[in-house]
């Protein structure tokens, strides 16, 4: 049977150096995803459910020839994973209505001509606490320290080390439970990629290396829970969470972020 995917997976536990072709192919995945997440910054808003963003979503995805990589994924039943609040990800969308105040995490990974572009946002619906917007913050000055760190023959404990430092002195936790990883060909590669962890230990990285850096910071305690439906993942002291996360390719110089947004 002729497969949608016109490749070779190159399977195993090697960490793929990719080609610049394939890397503009996942660029191009990378590049839907986060007009995704730009669509959503437009749309989202109280009284909304969590159901409707992300129909929304995902007919914004194949109206621009893709498909969501999430809808299906070992039987996940969205088309985006919508967190609020407690939630730290992999949020089911249903029936809960946005309210004023919430802390909305929005992770959407796109295929486009068989490549993977992956990329979260922490989004505000109406007026957030001085609290929420300061966690949220931390989140993604964490990841972009961390991104900071990338190059030809930097080590994935850099990564890590940088998040811890730019959260914990503000008195957050870094989630252990979950890592970014490698992604472009399929939407979980190797490496995993901690979101904690020493500076200079670790894989070295090499241009060509696609990875995510998406690190989940609490605003207490970084031990998670599962719910019993399987997939939503809260914090354990039902304290906020926020995350965010980019694709990016290692390059001799730095680190080249795929899912930029407009
Ligand atoms: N986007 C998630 C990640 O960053 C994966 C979601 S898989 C799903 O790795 F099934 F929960 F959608
Ligand atoms: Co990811
Ligand atoms: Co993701």
Known sequence: MMSTFPKRRRPGNVVQIKTPGEIEKIRASARLASRTLDHAGKIIKAGMTTRALDKELNDFIKSRGG??????????????????????CHGIPGSRVLKDGDLVKIDVTTILNGYFGDTCRT???????????????????????????????????????????????????????????GVGLDLHEPPSVYHYGTAGTGLKLKTGMVITIEPMINEGCWEIEVLSDGWTAVTADRKLSAQYEHTLSVTDTGAEILTLSD
Do not use: W
């Open 67 to 88: 498909v969501s990589a999430s809808l299906g994924y070992k039987g996940f039943p969205g088309a985006t994973c919508v967190s609020v609040n407690e939630e730290v």
């Open 123 to 181: 989004y505000h619906v109406g007026n957030v606490s001085p609290a929420a917007a300061g966690l949220a913050k931390a989140s993604y000055d964490s990841m972009m320290d961390a991104i900071a760190t990338v190059r030809n023959g930097s080590h994935i404990g850099d990564i890590g080390a940088a998040i811890q430092a730019r959260a914990e002195p503000q008195g957050f936790s870094v989630v252990r439970d979950f890592v970014g990883h």
